[in-house]
Antibody
Framework: QVQLVESGGGVVQPGRSLRLSCAASGFTFSNYGLHWVRQAPGKGLEWVAVIPYDGSDEYYADSVKGRFTVSRDNSKNTLYLQMNSLTYDDTAVYYC?????????????WGLGTLVTVSS | QSALTQPASVSGSPGQSITISCTGTSSDVGIYNLVSWYQQHPGKAPKLMLFEVSQRPSGVSNRFSGSKSGNTASLTISGLQAEDEAYYYCCSYAGSGNLFGGGTKLTVL
């Protein structure tokens, strides 16, 4: 079955960096686009970034553009999110999610998330 | 880009039907048939309920249906059950990115 397992979350000071990982199994990783979606405590969902199946491009929400970088290693079935210049507003649970079919059709499977807390 | 607009809460009794609206603009919901809906129980990861406006993933009950008219998409749940009580989020492609709605809390009375 499809499994997505995020890791790398933790407490980080404002202005510092953090890299999240998402290990995937149960499907042909190199065939699907992958997204990061976050949820601040007690708030709604916010789409963060997406990378297509071959890593040929990247798209970002305006709120993270220029600070976050999404990447993938198809040989390791792993998705990454490099987060730089973190601010308090970046505090959230970060989920990785797999395309349901086409690139922008929706998020078919989700991981359990990893919590990032930006605090001084 | 602003978030899509959903009602903060809706409620219904077991067996009834409810509809949750999701209003966007002519730059997102109105122009793309790429609206999806997610159910989230407290402390859990979201679950895909509908994609491409009205397509149900395997395993999702046919009590869940979707539609779109103009800039507004809708999720209808028929035959409400206690386990349907959750938050529901819509999401639409908006040209090089996705937008979520603010979420709707469904209470089953």
């Amino acid at each position: 079955q499809v499994q997505l397992v995020e890791s790398g979350g933790g407490v980080v000071q404002p202005g510092r960096s953090l890299r999240l990982s998402c290990a995937a199994s149960g499907f042909t990783f190199s065939n699907y686009g992958l997204h990061w979606v976050r949820q601040a405590p007690g708030k709604g969902l916010e789409w963060v970034a997406v990378i297509p199946y071959d890593g040929s491009d990247e798209y970002y929400a305006d709120s993270v553009k220029g600070r976050f970088t999404v990447s993938r290693d198809n040989s390791k079935n792993t998705l990454y999110l490099q987060m730089n210049s973190l601010t308090y507003d970046d505090t959230a649970v970060y989920y990785c999610a797999k395309d349901v079919t086409n690139f922008w059709s929706g998020f078919g499977y989700w991981g359990l998330g990893t919590l990032v807390t930006v605090s001084s | 880009q602003s978030a899509l607009t959903q009602p903060a809460s809706v409620s219904g009794s077991p067996g009834q039907s409810i509809t949750i609206s999701c209003t966007g603009t002519s730059s997102d919901v109105g122009i793309y048939n790429l609206v999806s809906w997610y159910q989230q129980h407290p402390g859990k990861a979201p679950k895909l309920m509908l994609f491409e406006v009205s397509q149900r993933p395997s395993g999702v009950s046919n009590r869940f249906s979707g539609s779109k008219s103009g800039n507004t998409a809708s999720l209808t749940i028929s035959g409400l059950q206690a386990e349907d009580e959750a938050y529901y989020y819509c999401c639409s492609y908006a040209g090089s990115g996705n937008l979520f709605g603010g979420g709707t809390k469904l209470t089953v009375l």
